[in-house]
């Protein structure tokens, strides 16, 4: 039911970066929603990068992306944003935003909603 649009991804060169969003159909971020961030990289499994809960009071991030990725919300825009700075070659991936109840699981949450996905492609 819920609907998920992400945009923003691109090609950068390591170092560089991008902002991507996520926009809801309705009000799905301001009713109790984990927003979520997962990648996948070509010939990997999807995997978390990073999570807000619904009023943005909490964030959890991946390791691999801690001080270089930032997430926010916007729930008056039914936004979720990702702010990815110093990428790396290894940040390339297609990246999906995510939703779900938010019962203070974090990464563990029931993302049972899902974006199409973005391209991020980052060069050396």
């Known amino acids: 039911q819920v609907q998920l649009v992400e945009s923003g991804g691109g090609l950068v060169q390591a170092g560089g970066s991008l902002r991507l969003s996520c926009a809801a159909s309705?009000?799905?971020?301001?009713?109790?929603?984990?927003g979520g961030w997962f990648r996948q990289a070509p010939g990997k499994e999807r995997e978390f990068v990073v999570a807000?809960?619904?009023?943005?009071?909490?964030?959890y991030y991946a390791d691999s992306v801690k001080g270089r990725f930032t997430i926010s919300r916007d729930n008056a825009k039914n936004t979720v944003y990702l702010q990815m700075n110093n990428l790396k070659p290894e940040d390339t991936a297609v990246y999906y935003c995510?939703?779900?109840?938010?019962?203070?699981?974090?990464?563990?949450?029931?993302?049972?909603?899902w974006g199409q996905g973005t391209q991020v492609t980052v060069s050396s």
């Open positions: 995510a939703a779900g109840r938010d019962y203070g699981f974090g990464s563990r949450t029931n993302f049972d909603s």
């Open positions: 309705g009000r799905t971020f301001s009713r109790y929603l984990m």
């Open positions: 807000i809960s619904w009023n943005g009071d909490h964030t």
